[in-house]
């Protein structure tokens, strides 16, 4: 079975910074784009950040772009998401997806990406 598992999430100050882990089993996803999306309460999920399947091509959403970091390790089947100053507006659930067909390619919608995780809970407090 398929599956990704995000780990990392909690609660942190406003301006701290916490890291989120996705690891990946079932499957290996070394030739596929995964990305970061969330969803805060009473709103829809929306793009994060998203890395190609060799980890050197990023796309960050305007409201994150310098202050989140994706990244992967595909030894270890896993995707990070690196988040620094951090602010309330930064609260809401965390999800990562994969895309099982091979691509080159980065994607930002969540039309792209066919295998999420449950996601995992990031609340800054002010």
């Known amino acids: 079975q398929v599956q990704l598992v995000e780990s990392g999430g909690g609660v942190v100050q406003a301006g701290g910074s916490l890291r989120v882990s996705c690891a990946a089993s079932g499957r290996t996803f070394n030739s596929n784009p995964m990305g970061w999306f969330r969803q805060a309460p009473g709103k829809e999920r929306e793009f994060v950040a998203a890395v190609n399947w060799r980890g050197d091509s990023t796309y960050y959403a305007d409201s994150v772009k310098g202050r989140f970091t994706i990244s992967r390790d595909n030894s270890n089947n896993t995707v990070y998401l690196q988040m620094n100053s951090l602010s309330p507006e930064d609260t809401a659930v965390y999800y990562c997806?994969?895309?099982?067909?091979?691509?080159?390619?980065?994607?930002?919608?969540?039309?792209?990406?066919?295998?999420w995780g449950q996601g995992t809970q990031v609340t800054v407090s002010s």
């Open positions: 997806a994969a895309r099982t067909s091979p691509t080159a390619l980065v994607f930002t919608s969540t039309e792209m990406y066919d295998v």
